[in-house]
C-alpha cells in the first residue's frame, strides 16, 4: 500500500514537474524569475527546518524570525505590488494582447483556424495616427 503510494506520488511529480520544466524557456527567461523561485525555495526550506525545530544559524530565534519576517514581508510586498500588475497604459496593453494570443494558442489545441491579429504598441498608434493628420492636412482632405 505504501509503495503504491509512493509510486503514484513519483508518478504524479514526475508529470507535473517535467511539463513545467519542459516549457520553461530557460535561455530567455528574466534574472528576476530566477530570484524569486529561490527565494521561494529558501522559505519553504527555512519553514521545513523550523517545523522540525532545527535552526541552521546559532543565533536568537526572535531575532532571527523577526529579521526574516520583515524581510520576507517586503520582498511579499513588492513582489505584489509590481509583478504582473499592470499599472500603466503600455502594460495594461500588453496584459489584454497576451490574454488574446493565450484564448487563440487555446482555440487552435482545440482544432479552430484562428490567426494572431498584428498589434500595435499605443505609442506607435498615436505617432501613425498623428502623422495621417499632418498627411490629411497637407492634402487637403
Known amino acids: 500500500m505504501v509503495f503504491e503510494r509512493r509510486s503514484k506520488m513519483r508518478e504524479f511529480l514526475k508529470n507535473t514537474l517535467g511539463k ?5 524557456d530557460w535561455l530567455n527567461t ?3 524569475v530566477y530570484v524569486r523561485y529561490i527565494l521561494a525555495i529558501v522559505a519553504a526550506v527555512n519553514t521545513i527546518l523550523n517545523i522540525f ?15 526574516l519576517s520583515a ?3 517586503l520582498v511579499i510586498l513588492f513582489t505584489n505590488t509590481y509583478k504582473d500588475n499592470p499599472t500603466s ?3 495594461i496593453e500588453s496584459n489584454k494582447y497576451m490574454k488574446m494570443l493565450k ?6 489545441r482545440n ?3 484562428v490567426e494572431d491579429p498584428v498589434i500595435m504598441p499605443a505609442s506607435e498608434a498615436r505617432s501613425l495616427r498623428a502623422a ?7 492634402a487637403g482632405v
Not at 513545467?20 to 520553461?24: C, D, F, P, T
Not at 525545530?53 to 529579521?67: A, C, F, M, R
Request: hydrophobic share 40%.
Open 20 to 24: 513545467v520544466i519542459k516549457n520553461v
Open 30 to 32: 528574466p534574472v528576476i
Open 53 to 67: 525545530n532545527i535552526s541552521p544559524i546559532n543565533i536568537d530565534k526572535t531575532e532571527l524570525y523577526d529579521v
Open 71 to 73: 524581510i520576507f514581508f
Open 89 to 91: 497604459p503600455e502594460a
Open 103 to 108: 484564448a487563440n494558442a487555446e482555440a487552435r
Open 111 to 113: 482544432g479552430k483556424n
Open 132 to 138: 495621417k493628420r499632418i498627411l490629411d492636412s497637407d
